[in-house]
């Protein structure tokens, strides 16, 4: 019995070892520098996976800090946003330690933390200029108060 044939030198499926699957309550639990976990990838893509970035938070090249802000995160929308090289996705892949299994229920609830966090997003943006126009508004006044007397 051969585990592969001399056609296909990879070894059947079920001879592979399995991935490990956390779920994300599990990554939420490594979100320190003495622990730190991310989740990057799309479903359309084989993943999302799990990474422990600890042992690389000194030699990321943007800092510690970056990778700390979306410890025990899915940080995808992150990485992407970057545009990571492919020599920054081969050193990524050394860190995965698993897949993220998402339940119907985790499903949900990170769905509506992402639309929260979208709507956030937009709002805020909305926000800055009427800021800006009722801090030149103030202004304006306090210079014409302080004219007239």
Partial sequence: FCLWSFHD???????????????????????????CWVTIGTADKGGPFVYDVTKYLDEHPGGAEVLLDVAGQDATDQFEDIGHSSDARKELAKYKIGKLYLDPEEVKRLAAEKETRELAAKNAGGMGP????????????????????
């Fill in 9 to 35: 030198p990879k070894p059947f499926s079920i001879y592979k070892m399995a991935m490990k699957e956390y779920k994300m309550s599990d990554v939420e639990k490594h979100s320190t520098e003495e622990d």
């Fill in 130 to 149: 009427i800021v800006a126009v009722l801090v030149v508004a103030a202004a304006v006044a306090y210079y014409f108060l302080v004219m007239q007397q």
